[in-house]
């Protein structure tokens, strides 16, 4: 017993090396975005705004930021309204239809994005369709739809059908029954499934790469930005990029974990 | 509320025929060409084993399952296609199915807000809800949400949701299957005040034959699918009309035996030597029977003495009798006593000249396992 209390706590050591070995990247990125000088030197030389007030000064990153929003706003509406009419369709339906479509409808979350983007390039060429903010859009909904099937439908696999039979009992019609029963009650899980589906797109990189044409988005500008120089301005952008999906995540952890169970969203609530 | 209760929660109607309803999943039919009558105003239950078609049969009635044949009619109109919101029922679930997202205020509000244009207006809509939460006991819960409260509370929310509407007939589904023991019988109870204050059609779905023979006027006994018999709750007591109502209603013991003569009701039957007389109809003479002894039927005497001797296997106490389960030559018999006897021990059984109902046949391939006599 004596011995384990003076072990050396090896997996706590290791565990503690490997989390900052990933984290103190970023945290350095991030520190440098808020650097006063140009060059990145250790020591640290003082604090300054001055790197996200110069990108925003910049019409391409403006311009990048408004399209990453545009495509990511789209794609999230886009893509919550499909797969969650699909999440109905596959918890629903069961024939051969249905079962087979389902298995489809997952193969875009186990596909590379390589393949993906390299397979919108064949059908722009096909179609003589223009890349450009649509096609990146497209692209992503692809893969996004998957996503929100999966957060909805697992949520509709716990949901009381028997609601439903009590709400037509009582008068209402199917419609009404989905308005004011249904939606409300897998609401939190449409809302996270949105979330994710905003986050993942504005993080995209790959497929976009593609689809892109003459459209950059913010992950794509800052892979040209530090091509060309290497100064805080790009550690600026990586912090936003950082925070955008974070948030967007963070917002969809707490919406689903909300929805996990219908007696954990009431018991938060008065 | 006045104290002659207020007219307004009073129904009218709800006289409700099923003619002829089949319903199959699959190769089985879970509802076989079933036509029941219930009077406006009656307290029926539906009783039955877990899936003996007794909940399909109910679900049909409301409207949340199709039938494959057969009519169903309110008040001497048609509903059969109707769609359930259109139907004048309304339905106390088996798990309540309360809306979570909603109080109880809203949750029996519900079903008046549903159709747009018989819309009642928000201070009539107040006053049904007050009445309705004030009829079942809930007064001060009105804000709660059903994740906040008891399973007798959510009980009685679901019967205030249902009952809100006025409708012809209220459809219960095993409604106090998921409560305490304890509450069960309050809730009986309530159910029993209810249903006097307003004079609406009760259905109610149950497993338990307590629940059922306690609370209704009226008990159709279910059978894979069929009506075995449908009659007050003392006839089925004591003249089960067939076996299969003789096993699942009430305690009792069966014994094997011959049928001697019959004379109009009665028949004189011969179980391994015994010779006595039971009532019984359709039974002739030459037939083998089994004979229904309830445990009020019997008495513990002394050994040597009785009708039959037997060997005590288990004495279990219950309150006001301990159960008995002896060995005699004739089966297994359980009976009551007001003392408890120690396994192993012989005691005598004795029961009148006129005891019990004879059944014909040995033949009970068409009862569940746990109802088919033991092997000798």
């Known amino acids: ?270 | 509320m006045t104290m002659s209760g207020p007219p307004s929660l009073a129904t009218s109607g709800g006289a409700i025929r099923v003619e002829g309803i089949t319903k199959r999943f699959g190769s089985v039919k879970a509802v076989d060409d079933v036509t029941l009558d219930l009077p406006a105003g009656s307290f029926f239950s539906l009783l039955g084993p877990s899936g003996c078609g007794k909940t399909t049969l109910m679900r049909i009635i409301a409207g949340l399952e199709t039938l494959d044949a057969g009519r169903v009619l309110v008040d001497g109109s048609e509903i059969t296609g109707m769609a359930p919101e259109r139907r004048p029922f309304n339905m106390v679930f088996q798990r309540y199915a309360l809306f979570p997202h909603l109080t109880v205020a809203q949750n029996v509000a519900f079903g008046l807000t549903t159709d747009r244009k018989a819309k009642p207006s928000q201070a009539e809509i107040d006053r049904r809800v007050g009445e309705m939460i004030e009829l079942v006991g809930l007064s001060g819960l009105e804000r709660r949400y059903p994740a906040q409260l008891s399973g007798g509370q959510q009980q009685r929310v679901a019967v205030a949701r249902a009952l809100v509407r006025r409708p012809r007939a209220l459809l219960l589904d095993e409604p106090m299957s998921a409560l305490d023991r304890n509450v069960r019988h309050q809730v009986r109870e309530e159910l029993i005040r209810i249903h006097a204050e307003l004079g609406t059609t009760f259905i109610l779905v149950t497993h338990d034959q307590d629940e059922a023979l306690s609370i209704s006027a009226t008990v159709g006994l279910m059978n894979a699918g069929r009506l075995e018999q449908v009659t007050d709750p003392e006839t089925l007591y004591h003249r089960p009309a067939t076996l299969f109502a003789a096993k699942f209603v009430g305690a009792g013991s069966f014994l094997d035996g011959t049928c001697l003569s019959a004379v109009g009701d009665q028949v004189a039957v011969d179980v391994g030597g015994i010779r006595f007389s039971a009532a019984a109809s359709g039974v002739r003479a030459g037939d083998s029977v089994q004979v229904l002894l309830r445990p009020e039927d019997l008495a513990v005497v002394e050994a040597g003495s009785g009708r039959l001797p037997g060997v005590v296997e288990t004495s279990a106490f219950f309150g006001a009798h301990h159960e008995i389960r002896v060995a005699t030559p004739a089966g297994i018999i359980r009976l009551r006593d007001k003392v408890a006897h120690t396994p192993g021990s012989t005691i005598g059984i004795w029961w009148p000249d006129v005891a019990g109902i004879a059944y014909p046949g040995t033949d009970a391939s068409h009862l569940p396992a746990e109802l088919a006599p033991e092997p000798a």
């Open chain 1, 1 to 270: 017993m004596r011995a384990q209390t003076f072990s050396i706590p090896w997996l706590a050591i290791v565990s503690m090396l490997l989390m900052v070995f990933l984290f103190a990247p970023l945290a350095v990125a991030a520190l440098y975005a808020f650097s006063a000088v140009p060059s990145l030197t250790w020591p640290f030389q003082g604090w300054s705004l001055q790197w996200f007030a110069k990108l925003f000064a910049d019409p391409g990153f403006r311009k990048a930021l408004l399209t990453s929003f545009e495509v990511a706003i789209i794609t999230a509406v886009a893509a919550t309204l499909i797969g969650t009419v699909a999440a109905f369709v596959f918890t629903r339906l069961f024939n051969r239809l249905t079962v087979t479509s389902q298995a489809m409808a997952r193969l875009p979350v186990m596909l590379p994005g390589l393949f993906i983007g390299v397979g919108f390039v064949a059908l722009m060429i096909l179609l003589r369709f223009s890349p450009g903010t649509p096609l990146i859009t497209a692209g992503h909904i692809v893969v996004a739809v998957p996503w929100v099937i999966l957060v909805v439908s697992a949520r509709l696999l716990t949901y009381d059908t028997e609601l439903e039979a009590a709400a037509r009992d009582l008068g209402a019609g199917p419609f009404q029954t989905l308005r004011r029963v249904t939606l409300p009650i897998i609401a939190p899980a449409v809302a996270g499934a949105a979330l994710l589906a905003f986050a993942w797109s504005f993080d995209e990189t790959l497929i976009t790469v593609f689809t892109r044409g003459q459209e950059t988005t913010v992950p794509l500008y800052i892979v040209g930005k530090l091509r060309r120089v290497v100064d805080p301005t790009g550690n600026a952008v990586a912090v936003i990029l950082l925070l955008i999906p974070w948030v967007a995540f963070g917002l969809a952890a707490i919406f689903m974990r909300k929805s996990g169970g219908v007696s954990a969203m009431m018991g938060q609530r008065r």
